[in-house]
């Protein structure tokens, strides 16, 4: 985290670099400076290592679960679909041909779909 908060624009104020980030929503983002005593206004140019690493270690001990950040949402949510994939039920078969799984129609309804995983 500490590493994806220092890839930013160095202008960037504080907000919007956790905005930036993936499932942190301006109610987490408030909580996230109330607790923490960081200033959401304050470029994150002026903020220093160890408080970068405060903050970056703050949100990572946090927000686990159901209020994960954005690469472990993703590695939970994969997990969860190779686990349907191997069940090897109807809606992993749907699933493989990138049809729509929860009994959406298919002759109007899944143009979407069937055009997003047209590749695959």
């Known amino acids: 985290m500490i590493s994806h908060l220092k ?8 907000f919007n670099v956790l905005r930036d980030t993936k499932s942190i929503g301006p109610i987490k983002i ?5 607790i923490t005593g960081l200033s ?12 970068l690493e405060h903050l970056s270690i703050w949100i990572e001990k946090n927000f686990t679960g159901s209020n994960c950040i954005h690469t472990e949402f993703l590695q ?8 349907i994939i191997a069940s090897k039920s ?11 799984v929860r009994g959406q129609r298919t002759k109007t309804n899944a143009k979407t779909a069937k055009r997003l995983n047209k590749g695959s």
């Open 7 to 14: 890839s930013f624009k160095k202008n960037k104020t504080l």
């Open 30 to 34: 408030k909580y996230i400076a109330k």
């Open 40 to 51: 959401l206004k304050t470029p994150i140019s002026l903020f220093s290592e160890s408080q």
């Open 76 to 83: 939970i949510k994969s997990e969860e679909k190779k686990k």
């Open 90 to 100: 109807l809606r992993s078969l749907r699933f493989k041909k990138g049809l729509p």
